[in-house]
Each structure stands twice: as structure tokens, then as C-alpha cells.
T-cell receptor
Framework: NAGVTQTPKFRVLKTGQSMTLLCAQD?????MYWYRQDPGMGLRLIHY???????AKGEVPDGYNVSRLKKQNFLLGLESAAPSQTSVYFC??????????FGQGTRLTVV | DQQVKQNSPSLSVQEGRISILNCDYT??????FLWYKKYPAEGPTFLIS?????DKNEDGRFTVFLNKSAKHLSLHIVPSQPGDSAVYFC??????????????FGKGTLLTVNP
């Protein structure tokens, strides 16, 4: 009964490095999302997908890319990490953007 | 432009009393509202929701009220328990056409229930 699984849970990057965050869901949900949570800012939508092979920009997409090659996976990429991307990243999935289920989060620090 | 606002960063309540968490929104096109609870080092978990065609939804100790004319919703927790201590996020859904639904979250309110 995994639900939404995020990999990795923690990561420290140097400025300019790249990385990919993986999100996997086993609920056959159509919708998947990537959010970031920063102190005093709540949850802000980075990118989302309404189905396999589709992606769309959210509120704060700059500096990130995403891919949804398989329905169960949603990848978030940082091509050149910046300190401003230090945050906690949450992936979520839902049937039709109602009760979204969230992963445990990935704490990313860019130094 | 913040479309979903939770103006109280924190709230402290005694065990057994009522907790009332408030949320205001600006976009009249939101059609569905949700509350999430988040414990430290965990992802948010869904708590309760309400459609814009209703004004109240109840689930055990949790009740959500929606006042569309005031663009205001509130979450009532009665009675409050220490285990309810968490950050509560209000979220609103916007349908932008096709298959595009988006959730917009407020900044959250930290609820502390004191024994």
C-alpha cells in the first residue's frame, strides 16, 4: 500500500549541479503534481500533468523541467541548481484534482 | 497575487475546545475546496472537502463551512485533541478547461492544541 513514493528523501547539491527527483504512484491516478514548500509560502505548484505524456506549468516553473513518460511516474529535473531552489519538494497524485495524495517529501539543499 | 489566503499563521487552543481555522479566497471560479493536515517531516494528508454548491460538510469531529458570498470557508474541529496539532492548509480547485484542474493552496495555519 505504497501510495505516492518520492526518491530521494534528502539531497545536498552544489550550485550548478543537476538532479532528477522521482515520483511514483500506484493508484492509477491521471493527475500528478510537483509542489515546493518554503517557510511562510505554503505549497506552490511547480508543474503538473493531467495524463501520460502531458505536462503543464504551474505557479513557479522556472528552473525546473518535468516528464511523464509513464502514467505512474512523474520526474522533476533541475538542470542547474541554484540556492533559491533549496526547499522541500512534494509530489502528489489525484484522480481529477480533488483529494490529492501526497508523498513524504524531498528535502533539497543547494549550497 | 495570492488567491487563497489563510491570514492566521498560528492558532492555539485548549484540548476539548473548538478550533476554528479560516480561509478566504478571491477567485469566484473556484468550484471545490479542500483542507489538508500536515505533520512535520510528512506530506500533507487530505482531511475534508466541500463542493461550491454546498455550504456545509461534516466528517466526525471536522466540519467545513463555505460562505460563497463572502468567499470564505472555515474548518471547525470539535472537540480539539492534542493529536490535531499540525499545519492546516486550505486549498481551492480551479477548472481551466479541457482536463486542466489546478489546486491552489494557502500558506497554512499552525494549530497547537494544549493538553
Amino acid at each position: 500500500n505504497a501510495g505516492v513514493t518520492q526518491t530521494p528523501k534528502f539531497r545536498v547539491l552544489k550550485t550548478g549541479q543537476s538532479m532528477t527527483l522521482l515520483c511514483a504512484q500506484d493508484m492509477n491516478h491521471e493527475y500528478m503534481y510537483w509542489y515546493r514548500q518554503d517557510p511562510g509560502m505554503g505549497l506552490r505548484l511547480i508543474h503538473y500533468s493531467v495524463g501520460e505524456g502531458t505536462t503543464a506549468k504551474g505557479e513557479v516553473p522556472d528552473g525546473y523541467n518535468v516528464s511523464r513518460l509513464k502514467k505512474q511516474n512523474f520526474l522533476l529535473g533541475l538542470e542547474s541548481a541554484a540556492p533559491s531552489q533549496t526547499s522541500v519538494y512534494f509530489c502528489a497524485s489525484s484522480r481529477r484534482s480533488t483529494e490529492a495524495f501526497f508523498g513524504q517529501g524531498t528535502r533539497l539543499t543547494v549550497v | 497575487d495570492q488567491q487563497v489566503k489563510q491570514n492566521s499563521p498560528s492558532l492555539s487552543v485548549q484540548e476539548g475546545r473548538i478550533s476554528i481555522l479560516n480561509c478566504d479566497y478571491t477567485n469566484s471560479m473556484f468550484d471545490y475546496f479542500l483542507w489538508y493536515k500536515k505533520y512535520p517531516a510528512e506530506g500533507p494528508t487530505f482531511l475534508i472537502s466541500i463542493s461550491s454548491i454546498k455550504d456545509k460538510n461534516e466528517d466526525g469531529r471536522f466540519t467545513v463551512f463555505l460562505n460563497k458570498s463572502a468567499k470564505h470557508l472555515s474548518l471547525h474541529i470539535v472537540p480539539s485533541q492534542p493529536g490535531d496539532s499540525a499545519v492546516y492548509f486550505c486549498a481551492a480547485r480551479f477548472y481551466s478547461g479541457g482536463s486542466n484542474y489546478k489546486l491552489t493552496f494557502g500558506k497554512g495555519t499552525l494549530l497547537t492544541v494544549n493538553p
